[in-house]
């Protein structure tokens, strides 16, 4: 089975409104819940949780979210190191067109 990474809109459109993306995310979770799917995240996908729900003043909901989707990657959280920002900060160069979030280094 191949690993696959979980980005942050995973989790939110899996807990979040009504969206067309909302029942492909929940499916994901379920997946990997389920151990269909193997997956990881990483540190930067919680800082990003907390920074969006934070943003739109739904605590609440941003720590629920949080919390739920931190069991279910609870040991499949990778740290971002030291050569990863050195990566980013290459691609950032390399392929000026691409925005931040698409030069995430390869693993």
């Known amino acids: 089975m191949s690993r696959v990474f979980l980005d942050v809109n995973v989790p939110m459109y899996a807990g979040g409104a009504e969206h067309p993306l909302r029942e492909p995310s929940q499916r994901i979770i379920m997946a990997v819940a389920s151990d269909q799917l193997d997956a990881v995240t990483d540190a930067e996908v919680f800082q990003e949780l907390l ?3 934070l943003h739109i003043n739904q605590r609440e909901k941003g720590f629920l979210i949080f919390d739920a989707f931190y069991e279910l990657m609870r040991g499949r959280v990778l740290p971002v190191a030291d050569r990863d920002l050195q990566r980013a900060r290459q691609l950032a160069e390399q392929y000026r067109s691409l ?3 698409d030069r995430s280094a390869p693993r």
Do not use: G
């Open 51 to 53: 920074y969006r729900y």
């Open 99 to 101: 925005s931040p979030y």
